[in-house]
């Protein structure tokens, strides 16, 4: 029972990452220049890139961690939103090679650290409402997410498909 609700923790927390998140950090990049992925509201504040490489960067080590659940890290990540030093479509690229390898990661994993996908989904969703929330102020558009298909009745189509063939 436990390896089933394992088994669907892992499936969910998948497809809100590849199906939700990455393709709303897509769609807010893509409307963006690269002066705007860069700036800041002010001095303390983070940009937007600063706050896409955080996330990138969070990604990743959890992505190394399913491979390998013993690499520790000497360092931590809270400090790192370091504004991107590439135009937006090698961040674009960037971002999206992070969530493939992620996808693939818990895919293939031998065992979950639930808490640790927990945490990582759930920190992913925190920065990507600021992203979207600044992307919207700086270019004025208004994501019509749900009315696009990017919607909880979808992610949970998504999901059940991928139960129902894991189950055969």
Do not use: W
Request: hydrophobic content about 35%; some cysteine; aromatic content about 8%.
């Amino acid at each position: 029972m436990t390896t089933n609700l394992s088994n669907e923790f892992m499936i969910i927390s998948k497809h809100r990452m590849k199906s939700h998140y990455y393709l709303k950090f897509k769609a807010c990049l893509e409307s963006l220049n690269n002066s705007q992925i860069i700036f800041k509201e002010s001095e303390s504040s983070n940009s937007i890139g600063g706050i896409v490489i955080h996330v990138i960067e969070h990604i990743k080590r959890n992505t190394q961690r399913l491979i390998n659940p013993d690499i520790k890290y000497e360092s931590g990540i809270e400090n790192l939103f370091t504004d991107p030093v590439q135009d937006k479509e090698i961040l674009i690229e960037h971002l999206q090679q992070t969530f493939a390898e992620f996808d693939i990661a818990i895919s293939d994993a031998a065992s979950l650290d639930m808490y640790n996908i927990y945490h990582l989904v759930e920190h992913t969703g925190y920065h990507l409402g600021q992203v979207v929330d600044r992307t919207q102020r700086l270019t004025g558009v208004k994501f019509q997410f749900v009315q696009n298909g990017i919607d909880e009745k979808s992610l949970k189509e998504a999901i059940d498909k991928e139960l129902v063939k894991n189950m055969k």
